[in-house]
Nanobody, 121 residues
Framework: QVQLVESGGGTVQAGTSLSLSCAAS????????MAWYRQAPRKARELVGT???????GYVASVMGRFIISRDIPANTVSLLMPSLKPEDTAVYYC???????????????WGRGTQVTVSS
């Protein structure tokens, strides 16, 4: 199974940038879909965006045009660039991977432990 480790979180002022990274223990070519989620205090976990095996990306409306998901295939890493953060972006950010098992043919779901992003006004 794949292990996912997020990094890059921290406390920043509104208008500044952060870039989060998700390092996978398997080649990205073996992962069907990767995604970023976030969970703000006292709120449900929500999808931020996805990146597929062919590199295509998708974003939810609240971050469309603000965040960028990219990948570094040799490094087995997916990134989330947040160029100009808002206080509303404060949350724990999680990396997610979906992999279809070669033995069971079921789609398995994997999560990182999360990294905290705090944006002060």
């Amino acid at each position: 199974q794949v292990q996912l480790v997020e990094s890059g979180g921290g406390t920043v002022q509104a208008g500044t940038s952060l870039s989060l990274s998700c390092a996978a223990s398997l080649s990205l070519a073996t992962i069907d879909m990767m995604a970023w989620y976030r969970q703000a205090p006292r709120k449900a976990r929500e999808l931020v965006g996805t990146i597929s095996k062919d590199g295509s990306t998708g974003y939810v409306a609240s971050v469309m045009g603000r965040f960028i998901i990219s990948r570094d295939i040799p490094a087995n890493t997916v990134s989330l660039l947040m160029p100009s953060l808002k206080p509303e972006d404060t949350a724990v950010y999680y990396c997610n991977a979906k992999i279809r098992s070669q033995t069971t043919q079921t789609l398995d779901n994997f999560w990182g432990r999360g990294t905290q992003v705090t944006v002060s006004s």
